[in-house]
């Protein structure tokens, strides 16, 4: 704790002293949402981690590719990243949110707009959850002996 007190601070000195004497700087504010990416077994009625989160994130980095080069992205709803582990993907706006209500007030539609958009590069029977943990990590199948 005493090691991030003390490093915090002086981040926090160093861009104090950066931006001091600015004025009317934007202010520009995001989020992220990091996303399970989680089988389903209809028959099993089991549910798994799906362990190929970079299929999808290739095909969503095309995009953002694509977008750079037509120099269209500002009409792309997200961007994604891989995120910790090969279940999981990170999704955030493309563009940062603005003071303006408008802009506030677009933040839910974007978010439901970037799980629209990661489902339609996911396989039918992969659903994208946003839990801390999930329940079922680690753990073995009682049924099968497998994990």
């Known amino acids: 704790v005493k090691y991030v007190l003390e490093h915090g601070i002086d981040q926090f000195l160093a ?20 996303y399970q990416l989680v089988k389903l077994d ?3 009625k089991n549910a798994k ?6 299929e999808p994130l290739e095909q969503l980095n095309k995009l953002e590719d694509e977008a750079k080069e037509n120099n269209t992205l500002d009409k792309l709803e997200g961007l994604w990243r891989p995120e910790y582990a090969s279940f999981m993907i990170e ?3 493309a563009n940062p949110y603005t003071h303006t209500l408008a ?13 629209e958009m990661l ?13 801390v943990n999930f329940p079922r990590m680690g753990t073995i199948d009682p049924r099968t002996g497998t994990s």
């Open 119 to 131: 489902k339609k590069h996911l396989p039918d029977d992969v659903v994208p959850l946003t839990l």
């Open 49 to 54: 981690l799906w362990l190929h989160a970079g």
């Open 91 to 93: 999704g955030t706006p």
């Open 15 to 34: 861009l104090y002293s950066n931006y001091k004497g600015e004025v009317n700087r934007p202010f520009l504010w995001g989020d992220e949402v990091e």
């Open 103 to 115: 802009s506030i007030a677009s933040c839910e539609k974007s978010l439901v707009t970037r799980r």
């Open 42 to 44: 209809p028959k099993t």
